[in-house]
């Protein structure tokens, strides 16, 4: 829904410019002047403050992403007898759809690879050890309802109706603020807040940060927002928390200029997708170094029922948007040296067995992606490939889950974003750590 | 602004705040470990201690908000007499509501076969601008609220189905809103747009596709945890093989993708048919559906859905035993379920519900009362609010939780002043000539009665009397000062 929201603010006044990206960009060898881009004309130093933690952006696939497209083990010859028409050909085929070969046994798509040369999309930050992709894996829940699978993967906890909160509302909560006077520690870019953020305090759902204002008058602003403050005073929760948060952040947006704001290294987000418009505006606000420290931004369009086609048609621009927009942040932000580490989740896989309409249904085991400097990538990581044979699949149809995807959450939890109260943001869990960051 | 230091310590969350009686709540579980300063959702807002009239209660739920005149009403007819005058919605004379959506959106009566060819932009607009229209203004209200409820829980999305949602709006939903559940329920699986939306177009024989099969159980009937398997859902999907679309978007049964294999679906079990039987084959799906309204746990769940949406957002296991009861012994009357749930004992003690953007935005236009020469504008804006119609994309419909939506209020505060200014458009005027009439507190007791049923809570009455004090008393602080109403805390809630 949130393609729809079309308008730029065009707002007139200047942000700050970083002692955290100063200190980035010159460790990273960079000139002095090269650090001061034109949409951040005005300098002022903030305040000094730790910060080897990374800041965290969430991605979810919403609809249950077919992973056994998303990176497809080709040197298994099951997926091929399961998939008469929608299976992605293997490397070395001579066909012109064919994949992009990762390590001899998974692929991505072309789709996931910036197309035929396979050298653009995810490819850049898979070579460059930044990107790990996880496969079989998922949630113990087997629920294959979205709803539910949703619910538990954002809560953190498989089945537990009382939890309400989500894992990363909770890590928020469990760790002082990058900046202690930020007004805003993470958003999600949606119109609703995602249960994955909530519970975390100076938080919101922001549909499209480009455009936050309250209207009217200038004048009367101030005015206007102190009748907030005193009627929300007395509120509930979480409206209580929101209105305040919310006046603060109204002020703290009119000092970015998102519509000046030029990406680095030549990274383009395409203008016509509401993911990549969303990885941008996070990417404005990392680099306005406000005290953003995590961001919940979905993609939809992986409920491929029917008409699947990741070879040209639907699930191929599914892909296509969800992997070129991440190269462009990765361009963009991972690559120019800011402590950011990307993590994408999705419910569930699909079925293995393609259904009669050239789609999959609701499945178990699938992919998930993690990026970032501090990431262990380059690779494909999986716990023993349980296979696709008929006998190796959980209830003969799909994908068995090998690793909890809680485990590869709780280690960037730990290692990357340098909060050790695991058992607070994934209760009854005891992680067993992989090897996914450096 | 920022708040001071002093300020925000006063709105940092609190624990074990200081309570009065009419403000008690109950505590929503989390088990997790640690004293860390989590933002923990509260779904049981007590309602404002001015909120103190039972029959106020009832108009703020029944209706999409308290106009002078709905107040009046249900005064008039007492707290019985105004229930069944909502109720019996077809006798409520809503002609010239009627006249005017025929006029300004004729392509909502065309049929499938004509709007194939239409204009699709349009056709959404029209959908869209009526469904605004007919809740402000309609005096059916109870009517609207529930085809709003109906619209959610048989959920469509427009990039999917297109032209076909019209007629499942006016021939399903509206039709039905305020019928008998099953006949809503069999509506819906015979609808083309249904049948789009959730795969059935797709399946056959040779590979069922088991979306329309799930969600009918899981989203339509029983719930998630009714008690079906993922066997279920296969076999079910194999019974309604065949449950397609013809032509330009007419429901059809095809004996030819149909399975006639033996199924067997909540232990029930259907002997394997022969092609021969051709059409009748659709009554091994009618019967599922049958098992389906008749299934206790579809009583449970339609009547938990009715309680969280009318009610309370967790009603009680005796209010849902008792709305299930209601459920069985009527064969799903929607009115007598909702009759059993507005009662004059519950509603007095319900918690607050939060105003989802769509109800927000027609209480705005109800209280305000503008002179609308286009509807255009304001579904530009419920777009900015987050609830563009007909446009959630998967069939669970839009949240009605707090959590979901409370975070997202700036974009309230902006519609609040977008509307109630001088120059919003020409499309939505404001008349602020009674309000500028008397003093600034004649002003602000005219904003009660029209905002909030005269139960206008204290601590708004006496922010919005700074401000309107807070400067020359003309049209321009007059404007704003109805913009902060609509901004007010109490105003998102009913």
């Known amino acids: 829904m949130d393609e729809r929201h079309e308008e730029d603010c065009g707002c007139q006044e200047y942000n700050e410019l970083s002692r955290r990206q100063f200190i980035t960009s010159a460790a990273a060898g960079v000139s002095a002047a090269a650090v001061f881009p034109a949409w951040l004309p005005k300098i002022v130093m903030s305040k000094a403050y730790a910060s080897n933690r990374d800041i965290i952006v969430s991605v979810f696939m919403r609809g249950g992403a077919d992973g056994l497209s998303v990176c497809v ?72 309802s979205h709803f539910d699978a949703q619910r538990y993967m954002e809560v953190g906890k498989p089945v537990d109706p009382a939890l309400v909160t989500g894992w990363l509302g909770r890590h928020l909560a469990s760790i002082p603020p990058l900046k202690p006077d930020a007004p805003l520690r993470g958003l999600g870019v949606a119109s609703g807040l995602q249960k994955t953020l909530v519970g975390a305090p100076k938080t919101l759902p922001i549909a499209d940060p480009t455009n936050y204002s309250v209207g009217g008058s200038a004048a009367t602003q101030a005015q206007r927002l102190a009748f907030m403050q005193a009627d929300y005073a007395a509120a509930d929760e979480p409206l209580h928390s929101a209105a305040l948060d919310a006046t603060n952040t109204v002020n703290l947006l009119k ?149 909890d995807y809680r485990d590869i959450l709780a280690e960037i939890v730990q290692n990357r974003l340098a909060n050790p109260n695991l058992s607070f943001v994934f209760p009854s869990w005891t992680p067993t750590m992989l090897g996914v960051t450096r | 602004m920022f708040f001071g230091a002093a300020a925000a310590a006063a709105l940092l969350p609190k624990t074990g705040r200081a309570q009065s009686p009419s403000r008690k709540r109950r505590q929503v579980a989390e088990p997790a470990d640690g004293e860390f300063p989590l933002i923990r959702p509260n779904e049981n807002v007590a309602a404002f201690a001015e909120w103190e009239s039972t029959l106020g209660r009832l108009v703020r739920r029944a209706t999409y908000g308290p106009t002078v005149a709905e107040v009046a009403k249900a005064t008039q007819l007492g707290f019985q007499g105004y229930i069944n005058y909502q109720l019996n919605y077809t006798r409520i004379n809503d002609d010239v509501v009627e006249a005017a959506v025929a006029a300004k959106w004729p392509m909502l009566s065309q049929s499938s076969d004509t709007l194939f060819s239409a204009d699709a932009g349009q056709l ?50 509206r039709k039905y809103a305020l019928g008998k559940f099953p006949d809503l329920l069999k509506a819906s699986a015979h609808s083309a747009s249904m049948m789009l939306y959730l795969d059935q177009t797709a399946s056959r024989n040779t590979a069922p596709n088991q979306n329309y099969a799930r969600e009918i159980m899981e989203l339509h009937t029983l719930g998630v945890d009714g008690g079906y398997t993922q066997n279920d859902v296969a076999e079910l999907s194999r019974v309604l093989t065949g449950w397609t679309i013809q032509g330009r978007g007419n429901f059809v049964f095809n004996p030819a993708i149909h399975d006639w294999g033996s199924k067997t679906v909540l232990g029930v079990t259907i002997p394997a048919g022969s092609p021969s039987l051709g059409l009748a084959g659709i009554n091994e799906g009618e019967q599922m559906l049958d098992l389906l309204v008749n299934h206790p746990s579809t009583a449970r769940f339609i009547a938990t859905k009715m309680l969280r949406w009318l009610l309370d957002p967790n009603p009680s296991e005796t209010q849902i035993s008792a709305i299930a009861a209601v459920y069985k012994a009527t064969g799903g009357d929607i009115k007598a379920m909702i009759r059993a749930i507005l009662n004059d004992a519950w509603l007095p003690v319900s918690p607050m519900k939060l105003r989802r953007p769509f109800h927000f935005l027609v209480s705005s236009l109800r209280s305000t009362n503008p002179t609308l020469t286009s509807v255009a504008t304001l579904n530009g804006q419920l777009n900015t609010l987050g609830q563009f119609l007909f446009s959630w994309d998967t069939p669970d419909g839009y949240p009605d939780k707090i959590e979901y939506w409370a975070g997202n209020i700036v974009p309230r505060w902006g519609y609040a002043s977008f509307i109630s200014a001088q120059n919003s458009a020409t499309s939505v005027v404001v008349d602020t000539t009674l309000y500028r009439a008397g003093t600034p507190d004649a002003a602000i007791d005219l904003m009660d009665q029209n905002f909030f049923g005269g139960e206008m809570p204290l601590v708004t009455r006496n922010a919005l009397l700074t401000y309107i004090k807070g400067g020359t008393f003309n049209d321009t602080r007059v404007r704003e000062t109805i913009g902060l109403a609509v901004s007010a805390n109490a105003f998102q809630w009913y």
């Open chain 1, 73 to 144: 083990p080709f040197a298994d010859a099951n997926y091929y007898t399961s998939r008469s028409t929608i299976a992605i050909p293997q490397p070395d085929a001579s066909a012109a759809t064919k994949g992009i070969n990762l390590d001899g046994f998974f692929m991505f798509p072309q789709a996931m690879a910036g197309g035929a040369a396979g050298t653009g999309g995810l490819i850049p930050a898979f070579k460059a050890t930044d990107l790990l992709v996880v496969h079989a894996t998922g949630q113990l829940n087997n629920s294959r």
């Open chain 1, 255 to 403: 000092t970015v200029n998102f519509t000046a704001y030029q990406p680095a290294n030549g990274a383009v987000y395409a203008a016509n997708s509401a993911f990549a418009k969303a990885l941008k505006s996070v990417a404005v606000l990392i680099k306005a170094d406000v005290g953003i420290e995590a961001a919940q931004v979905d993609i939809g369009g992986w409920d491929t029922h029917s008409g699947q086609d990741p070879l040209a048609g639907s699930m191929f621009r599914t892909m296509q948007d969800f992997s070129n927009s991440l190269a462009a942040f990765y361009a963009d932000v991972i690559a120019t040296g800011y402590n950011v580490t990307v993590v994408a989740v999705s419910e569930f896989g699909r079925n293995v067995r393609e259904n009669g309409s050239q789609g999959t249904d609701h499945g178990r085991g699938t992919t998930m992606l993690a990026m970032g400097k501090g990431i262990a990538g380059g690779r494909v990581l999986t716990k023993n490939w349980p296979g696709l044979a008929r006998e190796q699949l959980e209830q003969g149809q799909d994908l068995k889950v090998t690793v």
């Open chain 2, 124 to 173: 959404r607009s029209q959908l869209q601008e009526s469904t605004i229209y007919r809740a402000t203004f309609s005096q059916r209200q109870l009517y609207q609220r529930m085809v709003e409820f109906w619209s959610d829980h048989f959920n469509q999305d427009w990039d999917k189905v297109g032209y076909l949602l019209a007629a499942d709006q006016r021939d399903v939903i």
